[in-house]
């Protein structure tokens, strides 16, 4: 089946650091380029990074560059986003989607972050 | 960044009515416009690309339609499963952006 089933997710307080992972499987992951999108009730959905098949580009959301890192394991179909300065704004389900043409055409279920003290 | 307006923010509707979700964008956008579907607890799923190109799998009843700033989500005759959240979604210039959603509730 092809899926995305995204993990790590939890409480944790501000200034705190956090991974998500997201495993893939039933498709050739390294074939596409992969994204995190998280959602929360007052600002919607919202694009948080993206990374190149190989791993050597990476983009971020102003409001997450230089405390989120993206990074993958083509090996093991893994997708990785490394949080750290956690801040409550940062509250929301994160979600791993598959980049399709010029559409995210896979997603995954998400997983819940809180900061919160 | 480029904003994307849906309206109305939410509606009610019967089985068998015919919906229709209007999408804006603050600039034209040619045709780079997707829709979602989304149900509680569950991931998005993509409905149309390209503004009117129906993704494998997904029911005939939905159709999308514009280009420019202008769009349209039109669900011909609802179905019970279709009472779901719809959001859109511009692929013109990074950062990708969504609307803020049209939830499509029972009437």
């Known amino acids: 089946e092809v899926q995305l089933v995204e993990s790590g997710g939890d409480l944790v307080q501000p200034g705190g650091s956090l991974r998500l992972s997201c495993a893939a499987s039933?498709?050739?992951?390294?074939?596409?380029?992969m994204n995190w999108v998280r959602q929360t009730p007052g600002k919607g959905l919202e694009w948080v990074a993206n990374?190149?098949?190989?791993?050597?580009?990476?983009y971020y959301v102003d409001s997450v560059r230089g405390r989120f890192t993206i990074s993958r394991d083509n090996a093991e179909n893994s997708l990785y986003m490394h949080m750290n300065s956690l801040r409550a704004e940062d509250t929301a389900v994160y979600y791993c989607?598959?980049?399709?043409?010029?559409?995210?055409?896979?997603w995954g279920r998400g997983t819940l972050v809180t900061v919160s003290s | 960044d480029i904003q994307m307006t849906q309206s109305p923010s939410s509606l009610s509707a019967s089985v068998g009515a015919r919906v229709t979700i209007a999408c804006r964008a603050s600039?034209?956008?040619?045709?780079?416009l997707n829709w979602y579907q989304q149900k509680p607890g569950k991931a998005p799923k993509l409905l149309i690309y390209?503004?009117?190109s129906l993704q494998s799998g997904v029911p005939s009843r939905f159709s999308g339609s514009g280009s420019g700033t202008d769009f349209t989500l039109t669900i011909s005759s609802l179905q019970p499963e279709d009472f779901a959240t719809y959001y859109c979604?511009?692929?013109?210039?990074?950062?990708?952006?969504f609307g803020q959603g049209t939830k499509v509730e029972i009437k």
């Open positions: 990374i190149k098949q190989d791993g050597s580009e990476k």
């Open positions: 989607a598959r980049l399709g043409d010029w559409n995210y055409d896979l």
């Open positions: 390209a503004a009117s």
């Open positions: 039933g498709f050739t992951f390294s074939n596409y380029w």
């Open positions: 979604q511009q692929s013109y210039n990074p950062p990708w952006t």
């Open positions: 600039q034209s956008i040619s045709t780079y």
